[in-house]
């Protein structure tokens, strides 16, 4: 929800129009972006308006004292001059009495609240009990563009540690702590992203370049968590689910993700410092999914006949075809691309 708020404040939109322009007239002025029975509540005096929103008419109407009401949608403008009276129990860390007022709304209504300081020359946000300083596009720019050049240094290491993942499936040589370092990295780029594809929302218009960086530098790797969980998931008692391994992978800490054993632990193996150098077998998802214009259907129904990658690698065409949906051309389709995959990811190890 949060996300969704910063992208219609963000430049570009005729909201962040009116906040600029009530910034550059230095009155400061009191936003609520909703309007609901709990709001209703704490409105007093001031005047209903319901007319349509526009930047102008938020920044001459914030020259009065009072908050002025939007609808939900933000299209129109509901109220003028409103006096907001929160109660006073709820808690607040906010010192000045406007900002104090929109904390209080927002916790105590559930609608999103701005505050635009006069003093400071800032805006805030508080939604979701959170309370979010709205930067200049500059600023987020600058940090779209650090974390992106940070993001490609990640990046460029998942590569390597998966294409060493990936020859060392073919040589039946994966160990836990092979699998571990993966993930730890897969998740890692993935909350980089996250942070960035924040930036992009703030910004809005301007944010089509840092959005279109991020599009290519992070192509595959959602797909990716999921094959690796698949391809190593844990059976038997303490087997689980594929969307449980990648919630918790999302819930660990971020100082876990440095420690391979808590990562281990994470994907269902037992952590310890001997279970890292554990052999594990891959069930060919990852590799699977490679083989050109290769059905989802026909990757499970080939990974439940065969079992394991080693099994799916000495298959020979006539096997193959014993798989439901695998006739011959598509058998000696798979059966070469296997092949070829196999020997460029050796050749790229090696090199």
């Known amino acids: 929800m949060l996300r969704s708020i910063l992208a219609s404040m963000a430049p570009g939109t005729a909201l962040r129009e009116g906040l600029d322009r009530i910034l550059r007239g230095r009155t400061g002025g009191l936003i609520v972006l909703g309007w609901n029975r709990a709001v209703e509540g704490l409105c007093t005096g001031g005047f209903p308006i319901d007319t ?4 102008t008419r938020l920044r001459e109407l914030c020259k009065m004292d009072g908050a002025v009401v939007l609808s939900s949608d933000g299209t129109r403008i509901v109220r003028a001059s409103v006096h907001l009276m929160p109660d ?10 406007r900002h104090r007022t ?54 460029h290491r998942l590569d390597e540690v998966a294409g060493t993942l990936s020859a060392l499936e073919i040589e039946d040589l994966v160990t836990v702590r092979d699998v571990a370092a993966v993930s730890q990295r897969l998740e890692m780029v993935t909350r980089i992203s996250e942070e960035i594809a924040g930036y992009v929302s703030e910004l809005g218009t301007d944010g089509r370049l840092p959005a279109l960086q991020l599009e290519e530098l ?21 087997a689980r ?111």
């Open 52 to 55: 349509e929103f526009s930047a």
């Open 88 to 97: 006073a129990s709820v808690s607040t860390d906010e010192s000045g009495t």
């Open 102 to 155: 929109a904390q209080r709304v927002a916790v105590q209504t559930g609608v999103p609240v701005i505050a635009v300081s006069q003093s400071m020359n800032a805006i805030t946000l508080y939604a979701d009990g959170e309370r979010h300083r709205i930067e200049h596009p500059t600023v987020l720019q600058d940090r779209a563009n650090q974390a992106l050049a940070t993001l490609e240094k990640y990046k």
């Open 218 to 238: 992070m192509a595959g790797v959602v797909d990716e968590r999921a094959l690796i969980v698949r391809d190593y998931l844990v059976a038997g008692r303490r």
């Open 241 to 351: 689910s594929v969307e449980s391994v990648l919630e918790q992978l999302e819930g660990m800490p971020s100082a876990d993700l440095i420690d391979l054993a808590a990562m281990s632990v994470a994907l269902g193996f037992a952590g310890t410092p001997e279970s890292l150098d554990e052999a594990v077998s891959p069930r060919g998802y990852r590799l699977l999914a490679r083989v050109p214009r290769l059905p989802v259907p026909v990757i499970e129904r080939l990974v439940d006949h065969f079992g394991t990658l080693q099994r799916l690698l000495a298959a020979t065409p006539e096997e193959l075809t014993e798989v439901e949906g695998v006739g011959e051309t598509r058998a000696r389709g798979i059966r070469e691309s296997l092949s070829r995959l196999a020997e460029t990811t050796i050749l790229d190890r090696h090199l």
